[in-house]
């Protein structure tokens, strides 16, 4: 298990270096310039063209590109991905710093969206064609179909304007968390109840089902211990994808619920060039999505243990 | 007095008049704390200045740094920090600084902390006012000389900017992160918390020597989302709302327990033409396109259906309030599509098989770029002015950038014909957009793009020197309205389409809110809650 692993980290460097050299690429390709908007943001005037080219050259801005990518390389080996034309953080701090906001609502997001998916997956597979199965169909259709912007104005009118429950916007507290949680967890949760249900369906189906059954072992005992589990290989590479973007950052709701995570800071960071920061996200982002995903992998040897013999044996 | 200026008067007695308190006898709260839902968290370090950061976000910057010289709310000047002024010659202004004033941290306000704020904006560029390195000499404690880099004798209406807010010397020294949890002005408010992208607190400054503040403490609360700021408004989580959406202003305004405050114009819409676009943005270089654009353009119903009757047909770009009596001289242009056809049947333009006029077998086919300071602000005005135009026979392809960077961009490679832009007056020089914007003499310190791209060259040139150089202030607004008439009414370079307001909402409970037209400069000094 332990060589897997690590040649799964291993696996990290050639695709960072290949996303990043992607994102280095489309930065340099992008209209706009950060010196520019450097200058824009500093005075009351438009800069003049003299200014922005001594400011290009002072960020190192007019050397040629593979150059500039191979000091940033250099750079970010050592661990230092630069600072923030922006604020003049240091990207790793300026990172670090907004993390914790996005991985507390991508979390708990992630968690509710399993708390309401699974029993209701299980449920529409098991009443298969019943009204509880429509139900459930039609929810998940409408919960995939709602745009987050929009679920997240309705929460607000019913829960903060309405009933004056929960706070509108903020960080801070746990009553905070609730909505930004709640808007992001009902899309995933429509999608993750409708993956339950089919991947449970077709594991129904299996021989290993019909032997448990043969065996005379009641209905929650052939779901629970023998039809769930591999079922849920689907659910959890469905999951490990979504915790992957949502720990990326989610800048609508984010922006919505003045959340101060990282999508809204990256989204600016976008709008304003501010590359240093985009080259730190992107590397950023690859490390989180190859960790979840080995996480996910890992997940898989637990839950089928033919894929542990797979692994073993690789 | 014209319709016009009558009218654009009402609009300013009317949003003042809404802004005033309330008659009845309304009574102080015990708890005098103002939660203010403001836009997103734009805190940035200048690398000198670190102060300059929190300018942007507008209020607190206000309520923590005070300029030497205000701004009124009719953009006229006030003493600040500085009680008098006079200009001395050879580009000098001599300011008389107040006495017995101290900054948030005890240290004594003098000459040496306006030195010390002067050098770091020297270091930070000099902004519109060149200041250059030792332009601030001190002559004694409470006397300091500025001599700008550049001849500018506007140097007085330009230091009202808070960007030239005077910081305590010796202050910001830390990195990014700690910088602004210090800043330190002589301001009726101090500091208290920044929590970043969440909210700063500052409480009423007891050793302020102007007139104390009502309120004990303001709450700003980081809101980037406009809709999200009036929720919480109607959820009575904060009692002031920043930029309310023209969209929900009036159903707010409905809404019992709320009011919405709007104030004077401070802020334009405006089209510009390129005349000086290179192939195949060369159709703007003929002025009979330029008038009939002009003419084309119902701005009334743009007033009407784009900003919702939350901003007023405005003819001149510069606030009407900064012109005074010489608004006049800006004639502006009526909308009159027969007249826009004939001026183009009389330029040789005629119409096509589609509707859209050919001449020598190019369409008048033009390109608006939208963009800037977003897109999102001009909506859905593109559109509608595509449809006034193709009624002229005009083609409007309407490009729209992503952000504000791609727009600039757009700028700088000249290619657009017409480029939509909304922008604000923050400071008292009547002449500072007309300046900054259309200016283009050769080698000029503050070259830029849309100089290259919109000014009209030598005469225009010479009324902004003129305005660089007056002392005198009526005939500075005399030059500044004549500047404008030529780039509208003589040259139709401009086409000024409104003159916008902020819109602000509030709690019935927020009492004694003057709106100030340029947000930057708004001051919370006279709020108070009542019961």
């Known amino acids: 298990m332990l060589p897997y692993i690590g040649r799964r980290i291993l696996n990290l460097v050639p695709v960072l270096l290949g996303i990043s050299l992607l994102a280095f690429s489309l930065s340099a390709l992008a209209p706009g310039d950060p010196a520019l908007r450097i200058l824009r943001l500093q005075s009351d005037a438009p800069p003049t063209r003299a200014a922005v080219q001594k400011l290009r050259a002072e960020l190192g801005l007019d050397a040629p590109f593979p150059l500039r990518y191979l000091r940033w390389l250099q750079d970010a080996a050592r661990g230092d991905l630069g600072e923030s034309y922006r604020t003049g953080e240091p990207v790793l701090r300026a990172l670090a710093l907004r993390f914790p906001a996005t991985a507390q609502v991508a979390v708990a997001s992630t968690l509710l969206a399993l708390v309401i998916s699974l029993p209701l997956g299980v449920f529409s597979a098991v009443r298969r064609n019943a009204p509880v199965d429509h139900a459930s169909r039609i929810w998940a259709l409408v919960g995939a179909s709602m745009p987050s912007f929009w679920l997240a104005y309705v929460l607000i009118l019913m829960f903060s304007v309405g009933l004056r429950l929960l706070p509108v916007a903020g960080h801070g507290t746990l009553a905070h968390l609730v909505l930004p949680s709640v808007t992001l967890a009902l899309g995933g949760a429509a999608t993750l109840t409708r993956l339950t249900r089919s991947s449970l369906l077709e594991t129904l189906g299996e021989d290993f089902v019909r032997t448990a059954r043969a065996k005379g072992l009641g209905s929650f005992s052939v779901i629970a211990r023998h039809a769930l589990q591999p079922g849920l290989i689907p659910v959890v590479t469905a999951l490990g994808i979504r915790l992957g973007h949502l720990l990326a950052g989610a800048a609508i709701v984010e922006t919505v619920f003045a959340w101060p995570g990282i999508g809204k800071f990256v989204v600016d960071s976008i709008y304003d060039r501010d590359y240093p920061v985009i080259q730190g996200f992107v590397l950023f982002t690859g490390i989180v999505f190859v960790l979840v995903n080995l996480l996910v992998d890992l997940l898989y040897v637990w839950i089928d243990p033919r894929i542990r013999i797979e692994a073993g044996r690789g | ?531």
Request: neutral net charge.
């Open chain 2, 1 to 531: 007095m014209t319709d016009k200026l009558r009218g654009m008067l009402a609009a300013v007695v009317v949003a003042a008049l809404a802004a005033t308190v309330p008659a009845g006898a309304q009574t102080p709260a015990a708890k005098q704390e103002l939660v203010v839902a403001i836009g997103a968290d734009t805190y940035r370090l200048d690398r000198v200045r670190g102060d300059v950061a929190l300018s942007r976000v507008g209020g607190p910057a206000k309520t923590i740094f005070e300029t030497l010289v205000r701004l009124g709310r009719t953009y006229q000047l006030e003493p600040g920090l500085a009680t008098s002024w006079e200009f001395v010659g050879r580009n000098t202004w001599r300011l008389t600084l107040r006495r017995g004033v101290r900054f948030h941290n005890g240290q004594p306000f003098t000459a040496a902390a306006v030195k010390w704020t002067f050098d770091r904006i020297a270091q930070a560029g000099g902004g519109t006012a060149a200041i250059g390195e030792g332009s601030a000499k001190i002559v004694d404690d409470f006397t300091v000389d500025i001599t700008p880099a550049t001849p500018n004798v506007r140097l007085i209406e330009q230091i009202v900017h808070p960007t030239y807010g005077i910081v305590a010397p010796n202050t910001f020294p830390g990195p990014a992160t700690e910088a602004a949890s210090r800043p330190t002005g002589t301001g009726p408010f101090r500091l208290v918390e920044y929590v970043r992208g969440n909210r700063l607190v500052v409480e009423g400054n007891p050793d302020y020597w102007g007139a104390k503040p009502r309120l004990q403490r303001i709450t700003f609360r980081f809101m980037p989302d406009a809709n999200t700021r009036v929720l919480g408004l109607r959820s009575r989580e904060v009692d002031f709302a920043v930029a309310v959406p023209r969209e929900i202003a009036n159903e707010l305004e409905r809404t019992p327990g709320m009011r919405v405050v709007r104030s004077p114009v401070g802020q334009y819409e405006a089209v510009y033409i390129a005349i000086h676009g290179r192939e195949p943005y060369v159709l703007g270089r003929e002025k009979a396109v330029r008038q009939a654009l002009s003419l084309a353009i119902d701005k009334a119903a743009v007033v009407r259906n784009v900003w919702q009757n939350n901003a007023i047909v405005s003819q001149t770009m510069i606030p009407p309030s900064m012109l005074g009596e010489h608004t006049r001289i800006v004639k502006g242009t009526p909308y009159d599509p027969a007249a826009a056809r004939r001026i183009l049947d009389e330029a040789g333009w005629r119409s096509g098989p589609d509707g859209i006029r050919e001449k020598g077998g190019r369409r008048l086919s033009l390109v608006m770029v939208v963009g800037f300071p977003n897109a999102e602000i001009h909506r859905p005005f593109p559109e509608l002015a595509q449809g006034m135009l193709r009624q002229v026979g005009i083609e409007v392809r309407i490009l729209i950038t992503p952000d504000v960077s791609s727009y600039e961009t757009q700028l700088g490679k000249g290619e657009g014909d017409l480029w939509v832009e909304a922008g604000n007056q923050n400071d008292a020089n009547p002449c500072f957009l007309p300046d900054l914007l259309f200016y283009s003499k050769p080698g000029a310190r503050q070259e830029n793009e849309y100089g290259l791209l919109f000014g009209p060259g030598p005469v225009f040139d010479r009324l902004i020197e003129v305005c660089r150089t007056t002392a005198d202030p009526e005939r500075l607004r005399e030059v500044a309205a004549q500047a404008m008439a030529l780039l509208i009414d003589q040259e139709a370079i401009v086409v000024p389409i409104a003159g916008t307001f902020n819109v602000l909402g509030l709690s019935e409970r927020v009492q004694g809110f003057l709106p100030h037209p340029s947000g930057l400069n708004q001051g919370w000094e006279a709020v108070w809650i009542s019961n």
